[in-house]
């Protein structure tokens, strides 16, 4: 049979999402997905939203929902984009930056496994820095790197290792040439967010998601904050490509989800103290885990990430490993609730 494909297509390694099985119930630590359901005022905003609108497109820009993230992120509607998920802005992002001839892109070795994906779908150049000895991202070889921008992913990601903003505001000020692209999709489980740097930086974009800290993973919606010249950049991008991303359900309830930082910042400060709890648990029985600075902890052990992975899928409890070489001893878990987490170490202490 004659194949339609382009070679184009055919040549490329698309990113494997996380597995999502439906063939029993799972304790489902693999996706780190928040543990604690969407505020009260996203749910109120989901129940009364009214269907007939459905009828008309939303607005293109999602222009009350970039108002509400700015009132939420101290900054204006002309530095706010918003798009299909954080993976969507993320994407555009390479053909809003970076051009097929040039000094490409650069990002850790280990880190958001999406990036070269991204870069390589739309024919940008990359360059990888290895992550230091201690699994800490190396800014100072990223200083020295030739290139035209940086995906930094912030907390890191699956160290679950973060940046505080000096650490980040000194690194941008040695990098006035290179656009930072800081991809803070755990930063509400940190609380060192770049966004304060934007009105400092035209060389900094910051780049959120409502699937973690907003319990909205369901509803896909992220959004990247920056000066005007980048945000018009990430416009032009998706008016090439898709003028209505975000449908109006999900500006709706983005929207009022936003606007309850309280009910958020609560629930942020449970994930935060079970991290703790859960860490020293992982550590008693043998696992080495950097101090984590997201809601997942990268857990090492000697017998293996393929190894726990299938005691721990056999036993009702999904996590997340990797085939590569550096990663092979590591798995990842999502922290979720007090119960979900005890699941997963009684199923650990049954097999280790
Ligand atoms: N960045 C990082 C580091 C992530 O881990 C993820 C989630 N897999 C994303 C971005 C994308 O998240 P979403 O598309 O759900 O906003």
């Given at each position: 049979m004659k194949s339609f494909l382009s070679e184009f297509i055919s040549s490329l390694t698309p990113y494997t999402a996380g597995e999502q099985p439906q063939d029993r119930r799972y304790v489902k630590?693999?996706?780190?997905?928040?543990p604690y359901p969407p505020s009260p005022g996203a749910e109120e905003a989901l129940r009364s939203?009214?269907?007939?609108?459905?009828?008309l497109y939303p607005s293109p820009n999602a222009d009350a929902l970039r108002d509400a993230i700015a009132r939420a992120e101290g900054v204006?509607?002309?530095n706010v984009f918003c798009g299909n998920g954080s993976d969507e802005v993320l994407a555009l992002c390479i053909p809003a930056f970076f051009d097929?001839?040039?000094e490409g892109a650069a990002f850790a070795?280990?880190?958001?496994?999406f990036y070269p994906v991204f870069c390589d779908f739309f024919s940008v150049p990359y360059r990888i820095v290895p992550l230091k000895e201690d699994y800490t991202m190396d800014l100072a070889a990223f200083s020295r790197l030739r290139c035209k921008g940086i995906l930094l992913t912030n907390p890191n990601a699956p160290t679950g290792i973060g940046i505080n903003r000096d650490t980040m505001d000194a690194f941008i000020a040695e990098n006035p040439d290179k656009l930072i692209i800081a991809?803070?999709?755990?930063?509400g489980f940190y609380g060192?967010?770049?966004?304060?740097l934007v009105k400092k930086y035209s060389n900094l974009l910051v780049v959120k998601t409502f699937s973690k800290y907003y319990a909205l993973a369901g509803i896909r919606c992220g959004y990247a904050v920056g000066n005007p010249e980048l945000i018009r950049g990430l416009f032009a991008a998706k008016d090439c490509f898709n003028?209505?991303?975000?449908d109006a359900l999900c500006q709706a309830v983005c929207a009022a989800a936003v606007s309850d930082a309280d009910y958020y910042a609560a629930a942020a400060e449970k994930v935060k103290s079970e991290r703790t709890r859960l860490r020293q648990e992982l550590v008693k029985l043998g696992f080495f885990v950097p101090e984590s600075a997201a809601n997942f902890l990268f857990a090492g052990h000697p017998k293996g990430g393929e190894f726990i992975y299938r005691g721990l899928k056999e036993r009702g409890v999904l996590v997340r490993f990797w085939n590569t070489d550096k990663l092979k001893n590591f798995c990842r878990i999502t922290v979720g609730t007090p119960e979900e987490d005890d699941a997963l170490l009684s199923a650990l202490r049954e097999m280790l």
């Open positions: 630590l693999n996706t780190n997905e928040n939203f009214d269907g007939a609108k459905l009828r204006e509607r002309e097929k001839e040039g070795d280990i880190t958001y496994s991809d803070e999709a755990y930063m060192e967010s770049a966004v304060p003028s209505y991303p975000v």
